[in-house]
């Protein structure tokens, strides 16, 4: 009974050993799962995506690895090693759709069966946020994702771009963050890379944790935004950090609790048509950034500047507004080293520009050239104009006596820095005259000057030109000119009322000046071809200085002999024209106030190449080509003696054919025959 005791005994213990040895504390998991990829709310094209895990087991080296998407078994892998990475592709096409599809991972160890944590794909180019855009195959080609929805209280972020060749086009859609998040579109490289990113059509608003942003990129390059909107944040509505060589178009940064725009460190960007207004600190904010572009910016109602250009160098700000801003429209905080250039903008701020830190000198003008001006009118640009919200300011109320639309003077900007073509309040531009005659035909036989009065009563000779038209410079308002032609006034006083550019940019003037046509002859009605005329004027005027006395009279018809001066200036008192030939001489004269035409009768014998009967040779038509009649048969060709002559022909081809043909036969054949023939006569005659 001892016995069977203690082998009952030893037999429990080992059972309860065993069982020792093999049991896993009460909730103490032996698999873990973690890499989990794709990110959760991954958005992807790829209908049949990869799916990844690494499974850490304690208990075995091997595991099992399933793959759910929708809760429907889409793949395993059997025997995966431990504790290394797993990728399953799902195993049958996945549903195109906006609305995400949840998926997990089954491990199965010698403990049991695990679930990972539970995440959502999309599937397709419409997605709904949150929502992470990929592209596995991004080194090969470029993904287009387009939102398809707006979302108010998104977490944050609500859209993130970890791959590059992508586009998110939010179909102008609204994307707002909920209570006390940060980011709208999230955009973060560990490294500077091109991205080749592009992001488009958004709007994001209402980011209010301390940092919100409605965009933040970082160590981004050749990225394109564009058509954005981000604003009601309550830090910046975009931030660029380390991010060079991106293009920013049509972004609109306003009413965000600090700045517009902050960039930090970020060079050769982009910016046009670009508005930062009504944020709390500032709109635009470089920070030690360089050689950027920004072209058709405005900053206004900006609490403090419109730019707070910090420790930045060799940028280019034109064709850009800074208008009521609170504490300047730009504050030069140590920048400019090398120089920053403005020109071409509108500064019209209480304070335009303020400094700080070390003064560099900077760059306010460019080269006079031709453009559209910001502010006052004209088709020439070279620096700023500069106002303040009162209406005066040196470019409202600084000389420019030529009205040539640029101050007279220089204007110091601050310490060693001018706008040397600082704008003024003319509207200049170029005005371009057409000077023609009664006919409509340019003033080319002399030169024509246009007199201008300008509208602050100045009066100068503007326009001296021999082809009858060219181009001078004008403001804007009312002015007058008159046309000056052979040393005669050949208009009335023209008046140009409220002149202004565009306008009115060329004039066209039909003036007072007419043709005179000179006939000569003699009493005998013979043409006189070959006179001289010379061609004077009552108030001594010197045509010969303009090659247009004395000249030849050339035949017109048979009694007459011409010539037409066809541009004179109008002439109330009188011409003179004398016409000589063969030393006989005779002038007439006339008034010129429309075309006219006299004539000139020299006296009878007159030598000269004409004669009564001369006529002038006449241009003979040119004769018709006589058509040449195709070749025939005619009336004395006789046919019977063309069919004779081929006969002849065709017979003594075949005679002498027939004489040509060659006996082939043998001497002896000849023989045989000729005795054959014999024996047959013999036998015939018995």
Same mark, same amino acid.
């Given at each position: ?5 203690c ?9 309860l050993l ?8 009460q ?22 995506p ?8 304690n ?7 399933t793959?759910y998407v929708?809760?429907?078994a ?22 195109v ?8 991972f ?24 949150p929502?992470v ?9 470029h993904?287009?994702?387009?939102l ?27 994307v ?6 940060d ?44 058509n954005?909107i ?10 660029l950090?380390d991010?060079?060589? /991106? *293009?920013? !178009? $049509?972004? +609109?940064?306003? @009413? =965000?609790?600090?700045? &517009?725009?902050?960039?930090?460190? %970020?060079?050769? #960007? ?13 709109g ?7 050689? /950027? *572009?920004? !072209? $058709?910016? +405005?900053?206004? @109602? =900006?609490?403090?500047? &419109?730019?707070?250009?910090?420790? %930045?160098s060799? #940028?280019?700000?034109?064709?850009s ?26 500064? =019209? ?18 080269t006079?050239?031709s453009?559209?001006?910001i ?15 009162n ?15 640029f101050l007279d ?12 073509l ?24 002399s ?24 181009s ?50 003699d ?25 247009l006395s ?7 018809n ?10 004179l ?14 030393g ?6 006339t008034?010129?106030t ?17 004669s ?33 002559a081929?006969?002849i ?5 075949a005679?002498?054919?027939?004489v ?27």
């Amino acid at each position: 009974m001892k016995f069977k005791s203690c082998v009952l005994l030893i037999v429990l213990l080992a059972s309860l050993l065993s069982v020792l040895l093999v049991q896993v504390p009460q909730g103490k998991a032996t698999v873990t799962i973690s890499g989990l990829l794709p990110s959760d709310n991954a958005i992807t094209l790829d209908t049949t995506p990869d799916f990844k895990c690494t499974p850490i087991s304690n208990v075995s080296s091997a595991v099992n690895v399933t793959l759910y998407v929708n809760n429907v078994a889409s793949g395993t892998v059997t025997n995966a090693a431990n504790n290394t990475q797993v990728t399953i592709t799902c195993n049958h096409t996945l549903t195109v759709s906006d609305v995400k599809k949840s998926w997990f991972f089954n491990v199965t160890d010698a403990n049991g069966t695990f679930k990972s944590d539970v995440r959502n794909i999309g599937i397709g180019a419409y997605f709904k946020v949150p929502a992470v855009l990929t592209n596995p195959n991004a080194s090969r080609e470029h993904w287009t994702y387009y939102l398809n929805a707006s979302a108010a209280n998104a977490s944050s972020p609500a859209i993130s771009i970890p791959d590059n060749n992508i586009t998110l086009n939010g179909q102008y859609y609204t994307v707002s963050g909920a209570s006390g998040m940060d980011t709208g579109v999230s955009i973060s490289r560990s490294s500077a890379v091109n991205t080749n990113i592009i992001v488009a059509n958004i709007t994001l608003s209402n980011w209010t944790s301390y940092w919100g942003c409605g965009l933040v990129a970082q160590k981004v390059k050749n990225a394109t935004f564009i058509n954005i909107i981000a604003q009601s944040c309550t830090d910046r509505g975009l931030t660029l950090l380390d991010c060079d060589y /991106n *293009t920013l !178009t $049509n972004i +609109t940064a306003n @009413n =965000n609790g600090r700045n &517009g725009i902050f960039f930090d460190q %970020s060079d050769f #960007n982009t910016f046009t048509n670009f508005a930062a207004n009504s944020n709390g600190y500032n709109g635009f904010y470089p920070f030690y950034s360089n050689s /950027n *572009t920004f !072209t $058709n910016v +405005t900053v206004s @109602n =900006n609490n403090w500047y &419109g730019f707070y250009l910090y420790h %930045s160098s060799s #940028n280019t700000i034109k064709n850009s507004n800074f208008k009521n801003n609170g504490l300047a429209g730009i504050i030069m905080s140590s920048a400019g080293n090398p120089a920053n250039i403005f020109y071409n903008n509108l500064f =019209n701020n209480t304070v335009n520009v303020a400094w700080e830190g070390t003064i560099y000198v900077n760059y306010w003008n460019t080269t006079k050239q031709s453009g559209t001006r910001i502010n006052s009118l004209g088709d020439e640009i070279g620096g700023n104009f500069w106002t303040y919200p009162n209406g005066t300011g040196p470019s409202n109320t600084e000389s420019d006596a030529n009205c040539d639309g640029f101050l007279d003077g220089t204007l110091q900007i601050g310490v060693n820095n001018y706008d040397y073509l600082a704008y003024s309040r003319f509207k200049a531009w170029s005005l371009t005259f057409n000077l023609k005659d009664n006919a409509g035909s340019l003033l080319t036989a002399s030169s024509t000057q246009v007199y201008y009065t300008y509208p602050n009563g100045t009066t100068a000779m503007t326009l001296n030109t021999t082809c009858g038209t060219g181009s001078f410079r004008v403001t804007n308002g009312t002015s007058y000119y008159k046309v000056k032609y052979q040393g005669q006034w050949v208009s009335e006083n023209v008046t140009l009322s409220n002149l202004n550019y565009p306008t009115t940019t060329s004039v066209t003037k039909n003036c007072w000046v007419y043709s005179l046509t000179v006939y000569v002859t003699d009493s005998n009605h013979e043409a006189k071809s070959g006179a001289t005329l010379t061609l004077t004027r009552s108030d001594g005027y010197n045509y010969t200085a303009d090659g247009l006395s004395p000249v030849t009279a050339g035949y017109y018809n048979s009694t007459h002999a011409r010539y037409v001066w066809s541009q004179l200036a109008n002439q109330t008192s009188t011409y003179f024209v004398t016409a000589s030939l063969g030393g006989q001489s005779y002038t007439g004269s006339t008034a010129l106030t429309g075309n006219k035409a006299i004539t000139l009768t020299l006296p009878s014998g007159t030598s000269s190449p004409s004669s009564p009967s001369y006529t002038p040779p006449q241009e003979q038509p040119v004769q018709p080509a006589i058509p040449q009649a195709p070749i025939s048969p005619g009336p004395e060709f006789d046919y019977g003696t063309l069919v004779l002559a081929a006969v002849i022909i065709v017979a003594l081809g075949a005679g002498v054919a027939g004489v040509a043909k060659t006996d082939k036969r043998t001497t002896s054949q000849k023989l045989r025959e000729k005795w054959k023939k014999k024996t047959r006569s013999k036998v015939r005659r018995y």
